[in-house]
Each structure stands twice: as structure tokens, then as C-alpha cells.
């Protein structure tokens, strides 16, 4: 076989294995054969992406606890002899994952961070709120605001769908990034990324800065959703924080592909030392999407 096949014939076999496994768990994660020539950061994508669940199953799992939480509280109160208006989830859970704050793993090439949708969703709740005959904001008597308390107390949160081995598999993914960010070659790659997001009219010198910078343009959704909507400093922040995920993708491209390709051979082993705990993860994701 000429190299030039043995490294397509490693792409493909691990791009195989872990696409087939988040689709159909009962696949093996076990890669053999050639690895040469792995995309590093397809790999990573799809070995979290096992892990955290996709945007879709984030959002699921987390409206499925707030509906919970809100049920119980509602059924609550109404035995106390109140109306409660429930909160709907935020759907929070479908934005940006950025494990240990690195840089290397924020999602990359996306039109925005998710921080329109957030403040939208905020401020479509408080807007709901301030409807007629909605319960929670409009209602302060202390009898209400006591039995809200004991309510919430009562119920309580249910914790986070979470695989059993996530936490502990993405902990050692953050440490083989940290690791690679620490590299002189990467650790330069970084630093230039934090220049060109400059020179782009963003004063920032890593994602998390710059996804704090484009949140706080936003302004305080309080007025409900019809007015912030409307009004002229919203559309400013929502065309701010396309100019800033367009930047990013432009200045990052070159550090997330250094370091994956430095990652590429660490994440066949990883993926070979955790095929089970891999598989599981997969499958407790598939069973969770089945209910």
C-alpha cells in the first residue's frame, strides 16, 4: 500500500468509527490500522461530541430539568392556594463549550456565539412575565413570596444529565490542551491570535475575553422582550457579535490547526485507552434521546 493510502485509509477508519458510534453506539471505538494523517480536530469535535451530548441534546436535557423543577413548583403552589406562572428553560445549554477556557477547543467558523439567542430567550421570559395575570413578578405579598420560597426550597434542582465518565474523559482532554497551549510553537500562535483580534477592532487576547466582550454589549433585557427587540442598540450588538465570530474565525484558524495537528496522534490514543468508557457515553446519549 503507498503512504498516500495508508494516511486516507487512518482518516477515514477513525472519522468512521466515531461518526458510527455517535449514531449507533453499538459500534467499537477501537481504531486500527494506519492513524497517519488523522484530522485532529474532527476527531476532537466528535470524541466531545460523544461526551457533551450534541446542541440538540444539550437543550433537550436542559429544558427537560427546568420542566421538571417548574412542575413541581407549580404543583406546589397550588396546593398552598396560589397560581405560579412557570419559567420556560433558557436553552443556555446549546452555546459555546469552551472546556478549561482554552482557546484551541472554542468552537470555531460559527456565525455567532449563542449570545443573541441567550439574550433573546432572557428577554422573551421577562416579557411573558409581564403579562397580565402572570404570577412571581406581579405578585409580592408575603404570603406568596413565603410559600414561593418554601416551594422552591421543597423541590429543589434536579442535577445536569451528564455521562458517566464525561467529567472525568473531558478533564483529560483539557489537560492534553493545556499541555499543547503551553507549547512555544502554540504558545506563539496564541499570542498572535490576541494581535490579529486587536487589529480586528476587538480588545481581546483569547476567546473567553472576547466572548465577554460581545456579551457586554448587550443591554439589560429588563424591559421584556418587545422593546429590546426593537430598539437600535440591539441590532448594533447582534451585527457586533457576528464582526467578532468573523474575526475569530480568521485569526484562530492557524492556532487550532497547529494544535491539532500536534493533538491528532494524543487523541487516537486517548480514544483507544477510553473506547469503553467512550461507548458508554454514547449509549447512556442514545438512551437518553429514546425517552
Not at 237 to 247: G, H, V
Amino acid at each position: 500500500m503507498r503512504p498516500t493510502i495508508a494516511l486516507a485509509a487512518g482518516v477515514a477508519a477513525l472519522t468512521a468509527v466515531l461518526a458510527a458510534c455517535v449514531e449507533a453506539p453499538g459500534a467499537s471505538f477501537q481504531v486500527t490500522g494506519p492513524t497517519g494523517g488523522i484530522d485532529g480536530a474532527a476527531t476532537y469535535d466528535r470524541i466531545i461530541t460523544v461526551l457533551r451530548g450534541t446542541d440538540d441534546d444539550r437543550l433537550t436535557a436542559e429544558a427537560r430539568m427546568t420542566a421538571t423543577t417548574q412542575d413541581g413548583i407549580a404543583a406546589c403552589m397550588a396546593q398552598a392556594g396560589f397560581g405560579y406562572t412557570k419559567t420556560p428553560s433558557q436553552g443556555q445549554a446549546g452555546g459555546p463549550h469552551t472546556p478549561g477556557n482554552l482557546t484551541t477547543l472554542a468552537p470555531l467558523g460559527a456565525r455567532d456565539f449563542g449570545i443573541t439567542d441567550a439574550q433573546w430567550a432572557a428577554a422573551w421570559i421577562v416579557h411573558m412575565f409581564k403579562q397580565p395575570g402572570a404570577k412571581v413578578l406581579h405578585d409580592d405579598t408575603p404570603q406568596y413570596a413565603r410559600s414561593l420560597r418554601d416551594c422552591t426550597s421543597s423541590i429543589g434542582s434536579p442535577e445536569p444529565f451528564t455521562p458517566t465518565h464525561a467529567v472525568d474523559l473531558a478533564g483529560q482532554l483539557e489537560a492534553m490542551f493545556t499541555a499543547i497551549e503551553a507549547r512555544p510553537e502554540v504558545a506563539a500562535k496564541l499570542a498572535a491570535y490576541g494581535d490579529c483580534i486587536t487589529a480586528s477592532g476587538f480588545a481581546a487576547a483569547d476567546y473567553v475575553s472576547l466572548y465577554a466582550l460581545v456579551r457586554d454589549k448587550f443591554a439589560q433585557v429588563s424591559d421584556g422582550w418587545a422593546q429590546f427587540s426593537q430598539s437600535q442598540h440591539w441590532k448594533d450588538a447582534m451585527a457586533y457579535e457576528q464582526r467578532a465570530a468573523a474575526a475569530d474565525t480568521t485569526c484562530r484558524a492557524d492556532l487550532r490547526r497547529t494544535a491539532m495537528q500536534i493533538a491528532a496522534p494524543q487523541l487516537v490514543e486517548f480514544t483507544n485507552a477510553n473506547a469503553a468508557q467512550l461507548q458508554q457515553a454514547a449509549t447512556e446519549w442514545a438512551a437518553r434521546r429514546d425517552q
